[in-house]
């Protein structure tokens, strides 16, 4: 049985106590983006770069004619970084603001039983506990 993480944010529309995530990778690690927050997914074609921006930034990215920041999921997670030009990347929402998340692949949509959510245990990398809303057994 493995562990796969759940960043804070579809079959059928889940029932009580469960909840949908769409399943990306970033170094050969699954994660899960809340499908009530993901917008679109798609390839970055090109990326303007922020100068002095924080590292887990790579730039701007125009989406449908909307210019959004493009944050790295390996960058932001310390994984070491390939290219980022032809990188898939999932739009989502966050607080109000649109986001381009850019990360190695994506897998498909899992419906989670809450009572399959596991407290985030404290010897955890603090890095990557204060970016999870909780890991999930599946």
Known sequence: MSTAAAISTVSDVPTAGEESYFTVFAGGE?????VLHTQTIF???????????????????????????????????????D???????????????????????????????SSMKVPIPAHFDPTRSRLLSGLYKV
Do not use: Y
């Not at 990360?103 to 949509?109: A, Y």
């Open 30 to 34: 699954a994660f899960g983006l809340s």
């Open 83 to 113: 290219e980022v030009k032809n990188s898939l990347a999932i739009a989502i929402e966050h607080k109000g603001e649109n986001f381009a998340l850019i990360v190695d692949e994506v897998g498909d949509v899992l419906t989670l039983d």
């Open 43 to 81: 390839r970055i074609q090109s990326v303007t770069p922020i100068p002095l921006g924080p590292a887990d930034i790579v730039g701007l990215v125009n989406l449908r004619g909307k210019i959004v920041t493009a944050v790295s999921l390996r960058r932001r997670l310390r994984i070491p970084v």
